[in-house]
């Protein structure tokens, strides 16, 4: 029953075998009624193997090229039919003619072309080839899928050898075998399959050495039916953001694979989870692109979206240390699916991230809120490379002092993140190198200003200095220590503008707009300013250019002269 411009998985009663294209010369020998036709048909098929009781179900779906046991049958009552050489003809490529067997059912012989170079189809008469497609495509039929296997054995032969041991030989028995397992275990209930059945599976089906953090079962009855099952992996894949990445869950219609990556079952958040799906729902005769556009595999996608978020918020409250091991594999890409999704996705991610406010503590965006001091009005974050550097930034002296903690941002796509989120529990975010971080009195600002008014001539001074690396020159309301810190103006922070370098092929022009901000109170401003005042602008300068490279350093930013920066030091010293 073979036709050639059906696509194997759109026969949903026909059990593949072999899914490569091949040049064949298919005999299908059918039985009706006690008599035996022949079928011969020459043409590029997909080889598959059908029982009997599917052949007239799988014709009924098929083109009118594929031709069943009742059709011949109709043929051959058709008193309109001329018998010609006991040779019938039917649709292109296809004529019946009597034959001989004493047994109802269906026959496929299939006669392999020969090997050419570059294609080896030979290797398609395997047994280990035919038993690892049908396992690969139809492990999961209802039906059991039977070859004739060998099997090589040791065997007691009954004698003794020269010291008296049993002698053995090695005997070999062809044996019928059932190659696919027919009841898959995502369609037992809990009490038939457990979950260390599943992790078995999991382990087996994924080549995974570890556990899952998390079994999540799915039977779901509805507006369309299906059952998943679905494991959180421990450790992240080598190549989870390369091109070689293979995200996406096996999708099955009754037990018949569709698609062995589906990415469309899952949002791009949760693209780390492994599974299958499988719906009775959802037909075989449908191409890749049509699933695409699937209002049911998006209804199933949307669903299995929620049942993953219920687990990881139940993982997360009842065992805190797996799911920081969660957090420290795929944080990464929750975050990125935050990114890309709707405002929708963002609320959906935003409880599931995890962030230090110390070396040691990590802390939702939940926790946060909730053990903020009744006076904290903003959710405050620092962006950058690793968490001590973060928790030493001279802006986050204040804040230490008023024992409000800082969010460490250590991902350079958290920016963009909280970017896209804007508040929290209607607490708006503010990154301290950059924001006001609105700690200051009126009088406290009416003090900065004055003094930012007296200083204005030794502000320029030191602008004119600079040139070009900085925007502009101010004294700071951030510092309490420190003698300087460097923050930025306008959409484009410090970490955004390294996070575009980084990107092979990114603009190149998109820039930080620099400030470089001083504490008039510090010991080292002083000394500039009195340098300044006594007519030392040379002094006083290089004291600038030592500040704004001081500046760049506790920023993170590299130095575009070092040997000229250690220099200078020394002439101050």
Request: with cysteine; aromatic share 6%; proline share 4%.
């Amino acid at each position: 029953q073979m036709n050639p411009s059906v696509h194997p998985h759109h026969r949903r009663h026909l059990r593949p075998a072999v899914r490569r294209v091949l040049t064949v010369t298919v005999v299908a020998c059918i039985a009706v009624g006690g008599a035996s036709f022949v079928l011969h048909s020459r043409s590029a098929v997909h080889a598959a193997s059908a029982t009997s009781t599917s052949s007239a179900s799988a014709a009924s779906e098929a083109e009118s090229s594929l031709l069943t046991a009742r059709q011949a049958q109709a043929i051959l009552d058709d008193p309109r039919m001329v018998l010609v050489n006991h040779t019938h003809k039917l649709a292109d490529g296809y004529t019946i003619t009597e034959a001989e067997k004493d047994t109802v059912g269906t026959d496929v012989i299939m006669h392999i072309k020969e090997d050419e170079s570059g294609e080896k189809y030979s290797t398609y008469l395997e047994n280990w080839k035919l038993m690892m497609l049908i396992r690969k495509y139809s492990d999961y039929v209802r039906w059991p899928i039977v070859m004739d296997v060998e099997q090589s054995d040791w065997v007691d032969t009954g004698e003794k050898d020269e010291k008296g041991e049993p002698k053995m030989e090695m005997v070999t028995k062809t044996e019928e075998q059932t190659i696919n397992s027919m009841v898959p275990i995502w369609q037992r209930s809990r009490k038939e399959a457990t979950d260390e059945e599943c992790i078995a599976f999991y382990k087996d089906k994924f080549h995974d050495k570890d556990d899952p953090l998390a079994v999540i079962r799915v039977n779901a009855e509805g507006l369309i039916s299906y059952r998943a099952l679905l494991f959180i992996p421990a450790k992240a894949p080598m190549n989870m953001f390369t091109r070689e990445s293979d995200p996406g869950l096996e999708l099955y219609s009754s037990g018949v694979m569709i698609m062995d990556k589906c990415t469309d079952l899952l949002p791009p958040c949760y693209a780390f989870a492994r599974g299958v799906v499988d719906s009775p729902d959802l037909s075989l005769n449908i191409s890749r692109e049509m699933l695409q556009h699937d209002r049911q595999l998006k209804l199933i996608a949307t669903n299995l979206g929620k049942k993953i978020k219920s687990e990881l918020t139940k993982l997360m409250t009842n065992d805190r240390e797996k799911y920081e091991q969660f957090h420290a594999a795929f944080g990464m890409m929750l975050r990125a699916g935050a990114v890309t999704e709707t405002g929708d996705k963002v609320d959906e991610i935003k409880d599931l991230l995890l962030y230090h406010t110390s070396e040691t503590k990590l802390v939702s965006l939940k926790e946060y809120v909730d053990a903020m001091p009744a006076e904290q009005t903003k959710i405050y974050f620092a962006c950058g490379e690793n968490v001590k550097r973060l928790l030493s930034l001279p802006q986050a002296e204040q804040l230490h002092e008023k024992g409000y903690d800082v969010l460490c941002m250590t991902s350079q796509i958290d920016e963009y993140f909280v970017d896209t989120m804007k508040t929290y529990a209607d607490k708006p975010f503010c990154n301290i190198a950059t924001d006001d971080l609105g700690l200051e009195t009126e009088e406290e600002k009416k003090e900065t200003e004055a003094k930012q008014a007296e200083d204005k001539d030794l502000l320029d001074f030191v602008k004119e200095t600079l040139g070009d690396q900085v925007a502009s020159v101010r004294l700071s309301n951030k510092l309490v220590s420190s003698a300087v810190c460097l923050s930025t103006e306008g959409g484009v922070t410090l970490e955004m503008e390294r996070y575009f370098k980084s990107m092979p092929g990114a603009p190149t022009d998109i820039r930080a707009i620099r400030v470089l901000e001083l504490n008039a109170n510090h010991h080292a401003y002083q000394t500039m300013k009195e340098a300044f005042d006594t007519g030392d602008k040379d002094k006083a300068a290089r004291i600038a250019r030592i500040l704004h490279a001081q500046a760049l350093l506790i920023a993170g930013e590299p130095l575009e002269d070092p040997a000229a920066y250690s220099e200078l030091v020394c002439t101050l010293i």
